[in-house]
């Protein structure tokens, strides 16, 4: 069993500060909002999400990851073709989750602010859309200084039934720490 959101939320935000204290780790942290669907049922959705220093990989040095940090909250929604189901939609879900993110190009790029990222989360709660503890989360957008923008999807993979996902449009607010 997964902790409280509330736990969870604080326990996450300990984990990004712990990440931003570390010597020589520049962060870059983003507050995002958005819509989420499941099917067509929209619920409002937000996010905290921190970025750290990127890594080369390759000998050229035009691919690079970042280590991802992120907690998230997706609102609950009055599905009445669910209310009786063993995974409902009447509850919000909170989230945490780990993993990379990637960008492609020289530094001037014009395709540089563009990134993939990829993610291991849990979650508090199951739903239609969420029906495992357990979730994966890739994410594809554009990353400026203090803007972003991106789509998330965030499904268990198809490891448990029922598996119809959460697929979200974001827009972010970002700052270097």
């Known amino acids: 069993m997964l902790p409280a959101p509330s ?10 500060s712990a990440g931003v204290a570390l010597p020589a780790t520049a962060a870059h942290l983003e507050l995002q909002g958005g819509r989420s669907y499941m099917d067509s049922y ?34 609950s929604r009055d599905v009445r073709r ?20 990637f960008h492609y190009g020289d530094a001037d790029a014009w395709y540089r602010p563009l990134f993939f990222s990829f993610q291991l989360a849990g979650a508090n709660r199951t739903t239609q859309a969420l029906s495992t503890h357990y979730q994966f989360v890739s994410s594809l957008g554009w990353q400026g200084e203090h803007l972003s923008f991106q789509i998330r999807h965030i499904s268990n993979g198809s490891l ?13 607010l970002g700052f270097d720490l």
């Not at 604080?10 to 990004?16: F, I, Q, V």
């Not at 996010?47 to 907690?71: C, K, M, Q, Y």
């Not at 448990?160 to 972010?172: I, S």
């Open 42 to 75: 929209g619920a409002n959705t937000a996010f905290v999400e921190a970025t750290f220093a990127p890594h080369t990989i390759g000998a050229n040095g035009r691919l690079d990851w970042s280590p991802d940090l992120s907690a998230g909250w997706i609102d």
């Open 160 to 172: 448990h039934k029922p598996n119809r996902g959460e697929t979200m449009a974001l827009v972010g």
């Open 82 to 101: 669910y209310r009786n189901a063993a995974y409902g939609t009447d509850h919000a879900v909170a989230l945490v989750a780990a993993g990379a993110r």
């Open 7 to 16: 736990h969870l939320l604080c326990g996450t935000l300990a984990l990004l």
